[in-house]
């Protein structure tokens, strides 16, 4: 099982990104996926999930503004993040909930 986490940089409060989760070893359909971020100094904290029906759920904070989809012909998960805020700032990973792979995360910077 891995997991390559892309798509991180730096852009403006109020730009959007999208990040990527390119899974190998598994498929990305079959299972719970979910990210996380983690700001500079401070703890890992959950962002959202999608099921393997397709439903999803986002920490409350971060509802209407960041979208979780799957493209399952290229096994990959998405993170869409709009109305990026500074304190969005983070190292963002992505984890099935089956499975104890983590990958190294992507960085986004949102500048004020």
């Known amino acids: 099982v891995q997991l390559q986490a892309s798509g991180g940089g730096l852009v403006q409060a109020g730009g959007s990104l999208r990040l990527s989760c390119a899974a190998s070893?598994?498929?990305?359909?079959?299972?719970?996926m979910s990210w996380y971020r983690q700001p500079p100094g401070k703890a890992r904290t959950w962002v959202g999930t999608v099921s393997p029906g397709g439903e999803t759920d986002y920490a409350g904070s971060l509802k209407g503004r960041f979208t979780i989809s799957i493209d399952n012909a290229k096994n990959t998960m998405y993170l869409q993040m709009d109305r990026l805020e500074p304190e969005d700032t983070a190292l963002y990973y992505c984890?099935?909930?089956?499975?104890?792979?983590w990958g190294q995360g992507t960085l986004v910077t949102v500048s004020s």
């Open positions: 070893g598994f498929n990305v359909n079959a299972v719970e």
């Open positions: 984890k099935p909930h089956k499975y104890d792979a």
